[in-house]
């Protein structure tokens, strides 16, 4: 078989193959299933104590100084020399708190705006 006309079959096999699949149409999407408990509460307890004390005794480093600015305006410690910041356990608490349970991404179009939390699934 010469290039040509193997270029050429290649091109109406991928022809064909495109053209059967179909877009679904845009919905949001409810995990109807309950959730799967893959660790216990203890666990969970354990893994939470764990990240807390990382942020309160080693930190993370921030490079910007902006960062650090709003981050020691709302609580946390900057060390003075460094990137080093530092937050304290009920800074966080406080921070997560204030966090909402769901939000939505708003799209141009209104019909395709993506919601996140409430059990909704996002590809």
Do not use: C, W
Request: no cysteine; hydrophobic share 40%; aromatic share 6%.
């Amino acid at each position: 078989m010469t290039r040509d006309a193997e270029a050429a079959r290649k091109r109406r096999r991928r022809k064909a193959v495109g053209s059967s699949l179909q877009q679904r149409q845009f919905e949001l999407i409810r995990n109807p299933y309950p959730l799967l408990e893959l660790i216990s509460t203890e666990q969970v307890e354990l893994i939470h104590d764990a990240s807390m004390t990382i942020l309160e005794d080693i930190g993370i480093n921030f490079l910007l100084p902006e960062a650090r600015k709003i981050l020691e305006d709302a609580g946390a410690e900057v060390a003075t020399s460094g990137d080093r910041v530092r937050f304290d356990r009920n800074l966080i608490l406080e921070s997560i708190a204030k966090a909402p349970s769901s939000f939505t991404i708003h799209a141009r179009n209104p019909a395709h705006n993506l919601r996140f939390g409430e059990r909704y699934l996002n590809f």
